[in-house]
């Protein structure tokens, strides 16, 4: 979020709040009696609706002030809904029992790939009570292979499906390395090596007490297990990017999404490459020729430092 500025009170409005029954009165008296600077509160811009705040903006009101310091949120609605409730939860006012799960229940229908462990740690509630909800909905149950968690990795929910589909990439092409088959198959690198070991041992590549549980752990924060595609080694940048889009350590902060705009800038298809080329005035060729070779370099020199941050981190 940005830095704070003053926003006349009129321009707000308030409204999707996560709590059931509302503002609360005394509250807001108590804020007024309290007569001491209050936090800024949150503001979504494209909407201009108060995400975090509103028994402060009550009190600014009930003070009679025509201004309120305010941050700034520039967002999509959903993950405005999911700030007010994390901001909820850390400060102020306590949800309900009831708010904490209609939140739940929403957010599951939104971001339905998000771990019961992930959404737990938005609405302050277990995860077994987020699972419990979940099982209660429609949502997310058929055809679902796995699931976003608080790291921002996206885990398999079904690791039998990954070490079959490692077992057909190995006998398909021996020579491909470790990481290569877990990227492709959606598992860790250690579940392939395991897979591998296995089949020197003539026994199924995926172990009897799996086989037992087709629903695989239950667990989709395991950190050992992780998809990124399920049937091919490099799937198109569109579907990179449209699963990155999904990973809540870059959708909600600012250089995430500066970063997933840039990514999104370069997903031109060949025929519109090549009609903005053709486009080029023979007297700007070189100049832009130039200017395509140095952002070349600068993608290169991003794609090395974030691979050595990769290896250094492991």
Request: charged content about 30%; overall charge positive; proline content about 5%.
């Amino acid at each position: 979020m940005h830095s704070t500025e003053e926003v006349e009170i009129r321009s707000l409005s308030v409204g999707d709040s996560p709590r059931i029954g509302g503002e609360s009165l005394e509250h807001v008296e108590a804020l007024v009696a309290a007569n001491v600077p209050l936090p800024p509160i949150v503001v979504h811009r494209p909407s201009m609706r108060v995400i975090d705040g509103v028994h402060r903006l009550r009190a600014a009101m009930l003070a009679g002030r025509g201004t309120i310091t305010a941050r700034f949120f520039d967002g999509t609605e959903e993950d405005a809904f999911i700030l007010a409730v994390e901001s909820n939860i850390a400060h102020g006012l306590p949800l309900s029992a009831a708010d904490r799960r209609q939140a739940a229940e929403r957010i599951i229908a939104t971001h339905g790939r998000w771990s019961d462990r992930m959404i737990a740690s938005v609405v302050g509630m277990s995860a077994k009570t987020v699972a419990d909800i979940r099982r209660g909905t429609e949502i997310g149950a058929a055809g679902e292979f796995a699931r976003i968690g608080r790291d921002g990795r996206v885990r398999s929910i079904d690791v039998s499906a990954g070490r079959r589909l490692a077992h057909e990439m190995i006998v398909g092409d021996p020579t491909l390395s470790l990481r290569q088959v877990a990227r492709a198959a959606g598992i860790s690198a250690e579940t392939v090596r395991d897979v591998k070991n296995r089949m020197l041992r003539g026994e199924d590549p995926v172990p009897r007490k799996r086989q037992a549980k087709p629903g695989g752990w239950g667990d989709e924060d395991r950190p050992a297990e992780r998809v990124v595609t399920r049937c091919e080694v490099k799937p198109p940048p569109a579907t990179v990017v449209a699963r990155l889009r999904e990973d809540p350590a870059l959708r909600l902060n600012e250089n995430g999404r500066e970063l997933l705009r840039l990514l999104n800038i370069h997903l031109v298809r060949s025929e519109d490459w090549n009609r903005i080329i053709d486009s080029v005035p023979p007297h700007s060729t070189e100049t832009i020729a130039e200017l395509a070779r140095y952002c070349a370099e600068k993608w290169s020199e991003i794609a090395f430092r974030i691979e050595h941050k990769g290896s250094k981190s492991a």
